[in-house]
């Protein structure tokens, strides 16, 4: 193990550097897609729940590794012009899209928790539906909803390693890569699997210190 990670050990990080950097990305469009659809989902409107709806069932419902093969296969062909995606463009596309879904669900639930006093109370003191939301109810949502952000950036973390398929030079694609040329599958999964514990176990204290805090202030 002493010998792969000497020999193999910059690749590997490097590697890592890449999945996190997805996971960031991917995490990034996320938010804003999730604050759009569940914003969607409450206003009082039943096309906009519709199109919420809609849009976070056929999310959930299409598997990860399905959704990343249309994305980067099935996209480009049925565009055509010579239209291509990069393997990180396609996996920001795909973690966006799926992780976007799971948010919305998240952000409509903190909006949810939040008491509908808050609301109301706003717009009777004269603020406009949508400047009450943000300045009222978002804030006091916010405060439930970021311990569930974290883990969901967790999800996405270990759902990159799905994007291997699509050629991203993340952690498992690399690893495999290395399994390939030095035959020691045992040490680089073990490697693997430990830098992924290290990673995560940090996002998880991360997410609970967090959410001390918040409810400290509370």
Do not use: H
Not at 93 to 112: D, F, P, S, T, V
Not at 156 to 169: A, E, N, R, W, Y
């Amino acid at each position: 193990m002493v010998k792969i990670i000497s020999v193999y050990g910059n690749l590997l990080l490097t590697a890592m550097g890449q999945t996190l950097l997805l996971a960031l990305c991917g995490l990034f469009f996320a938010c804003i897609l999730g604050l759009f659809f569940g914003l969607l989902s409450v206003v009082k409107s039943r096309i906009c729940n519709m199109i919420a709806t809609v849009f976070v069932d056929i999310i959930r419902g299409v598997p990860m590794i399905v959704l990343a093969f249309f994305v980067f296969f099935g996209l480009p062909v049925a565009i055509g012009a010579g239209f291509t995606l990069s393997p990180l463009q396609a996996g920001t596309i795909c973690l966006a899209l799926n992780c976007g879904a799971y948010m919305a669900e998240i952000i409509r639930g903190g909006i949810q928790s939040v008491d509908k006093g808050q609301m109301e109370a706003a717009r009777s003191l004269g603020l406009p539906y949508w400047r009450a939301m943000r300045r009222v109810v978002l804030p006091q949502a916010i405060r439930t909803m970021i311990p569930s952000i974290i883990n969901q950036f967790i999800i996405t973390l270990k759902d990159t390693s799905i994007l291997s398929v699509i050629g991203f030079p993340e952690l498992v694609n690399s690893a495999k890569n290395v399994v390939a040329i030095s035959y020691k599958a045992f040490e680089v999964w073990t490697i693997v699997a430990i830098m992924y514990l290290v990673v995560i176990t940090i996002l998880s204290k991360v997410a609970k210190r967090i959410e001390r805090r918040l409810n400290r202030g509370r």
